[in-house]
């Protein structure tokens, strides 16, 4: 979680923080709430430092139904945010291919191959920070590939 998202998970934890308070939970019961909260969105409590976007997002939904329950927009938007991230990465990918010269009929097999090599899943089944990385080494070959580099792998 970066510096920011830590301090939006704070602003929307202190909104509910403030609901709980006011129907008179007390400090430590509050605290309990929002581990019960992490448990709801994840299925299990989770650390907020360590929440990755996709976790993040659905604890901020479930933070949302609880302090603007009548804005459903808000937390559409917020289940929206996972698949929106992983078409930017599917773009992303398929730009690096293209530098490549990868065709686009070639796209699905060349990433799923290369995903199973580097994570042993292929590209659908990889966490984000997966296939970050993956972004990554398509990246570094594309690179090389302009430049014309011979490729290490």
């Known amino acids: 979680m970066t510096a920011a998202q830590h301090q939006k998970y704070l602003f929307e934890w202190g909104l509910v923080r403030r609901i709980y308070r006011a129907k008179g939970l007390e400090p430590k019961a509050c605290d309990a709430k929002r581990h019960e909260l992490h448990k709801r ?3 299990h409590d989770k650390s907020s430092l360590d929440l990755t976007n996709a976790e993040f997002d659905a604890i901020l939904a479930v933070f949302s139904s609880i302090s603007r329950p009548a804005d459903l927009k808000t937390q559409l938007r917020l289940q929206e945010q ?3 991230r ?3 990465r599917l773009s992303r990918a398929m730009d690096l291919m293209d530098g ?3 065709t686009s009929a070639g796209y699905s097999g060349y990433l799923d191959e290369l995903s ?3 994570c042993g899943r292929s590209w659908e089944r990889l966490a984000e ?3 970050e990385k993956i972004l990554g080494v398509l990246a570094d ?3 090389r590939h302009q430049v014309k580099e011979p490729d290490p792998f």
């Open 141 to 143: 070959r594309a690179h």
């Open 100 to 102: 490549l010269d990868i």
């Open 129 to 131: 920070i997966e296939q």
């Open 41 to 43: 969105a994840l299925g």
């Open 86 to 88: 992983a078409a930017r």
């Open 116 to 118: 199973r090599k580097i």
């Open 82 to 84: 996972a698949p929106e």
